[in-house]
C-alpha cells in the first residue's frame, strides 16, 4: 500500500493506493484485481477486497466501489447509501465516516480530493476520457459549491 505524502498528515483520514502486488488472483489476473467487472474468479475478488480493507481499516461492508463507465458522473454518498447497489459513476464523495470510496484503476489514475475543513473526500477514477470530460474540475467545484475554501484542498493523484 502506497500512502500519499500530502494527506498522510490527517491523522482523522485513513486512504492507500495500491497495485497489483498482494493479491490472491492468478493466471491472467494475478494480482490485487478487485474488479468484479472482470472474468477473473468471484471468490479471488473478494478475498483481494478483504485484503485491501483490512490494510485500511475498513469494513468491506462499508467500501463503495463503482461501475466505472469513464464519464464526469459523480455520487455523493450519505448515510442511506445501499453498499450493494452498484452506481455507474467515476467519483464518490462523502462527509460520512467510517466509509471507504475505492476506485479501480489500470492505465487510468485515481485521485483523491480532501477538504481538510469541512473533512469531505472523493475518490476519482480519471481515464482520458473522464479527463477530458472535466471529471476532476466538476468534482472540485462542487466541493467549492458545499461551502469548500480552494486553500483547504488536498489532491493526492495515485
Same mark, same amino acid.
Given at each position: 500500500?502506497?500512502?500519499?505524502?500530502?494527506?498522510?498528515?490527517?491523522?482523522?483520514?485513513?486512504?492507500?493506493?495500491?497495485?497489483?502486488?498482494?493479491?490472491?488472483?492468478?493466471?491472467?489476473?494475478?494480482?490485487?484485481?478487485?474488479?468484479?467487472?472482470? !472474468?477473473?474468479?468471484?471468490?479471488?475478488?473478494? &478475498?483481494?477486497?478483504?485484503?485491501?480493507?483490512?490494510?485500511?481499516?475498513?469494513?468491506? &461492508?462499508?467500501?463503495?466501489?463503482?461501475?466505472?463507465?469513464?464519464?464526469? &458522473?459523480?455520487?455523493?454518498?450519505?448515510?442511506? !447509501?445501499?453498499?450493494?447497489?452498484?452506481?455507474?459513476?467515476?467519483?464518490? @464523495?462523502?462527509?460520512? &465516516?467510517?466509509?471507504?470510496?475505492?476506485?479501480?484503476?489500470?492505465?487510468?489514475?485515481?485521485?483523491?480530493?480532501?477538504?481538510?475543513?469541512?473533512?469531505?473526500?472523493?475518490?476519482?477514477?480519471?481515464?482520458?476520457?473522464?479527463? !477530458?470530460?472535466?471529471?476532476?474540475?466538476?468534482?472540485?467545484?462542487?466541493?467549492?459549491?458545499?461551502?469548500?475554501?480552494?486553500?483547504?484542498?488536498?489532491?493526492? @493523484?495515485?
Amino acid at each position: 500500500m502506497i500512502i500519499s505524502q500530502n494527506l498522510k498528515k490527517f491523522k482523522n483520514l485513513k486512504h492507500g493506493f495500491f497495485n497489483r502486488n498482494g493479491g490472491l488472483s492468478s493466471g491472467l489476473y494475478k494480482s490485487l484485481n478487485c474488479g468484479f467487472g472482470s !472474468y477473473d474468479n468471484k471468490k479471488n475478488i473478494q &478475498k483481494n477486497i478483504k485484503i485491501v480493507c483490512k490494510k485500511i481499516g475498513c469494513s468491506n &461492508k462499508k467500501l463503495v466501489l463503482l461501475h466505472q463507465i469513464h464519464s464526469n &458522473k459523480f455520487i455523493v454518498i450519505n448515510n442511506k !447509501y445501499n453498499f450493494k447497489k452498484k452506481i455507474k459513476s467515476d467519483a464518490s @464523495i462523502t462527509n460520512v &465516516k467510517n466509509i471507504a470510496l475505492g476506485v479501480l484503476t489500470a492505465d487510468c489514475v485515481p485521485i483523491l480530493i480532501y477538504d481538510k475543513q469541512l473533512k469531505i473526500i472523493s475518490a476519482v477514477h480519471a481515464g482520458w476520457k473522464g479527463a !477530458y470530460k472535466g471529471i476532476v474540475p466538476k468534482v472540485i467545484n462542487f466541493f467549492l459549491k458545499k461551502g469548500s475554501d480552494k486553500k483547504n484542498l488536498y489532491v493526492s @493523484i495515485g
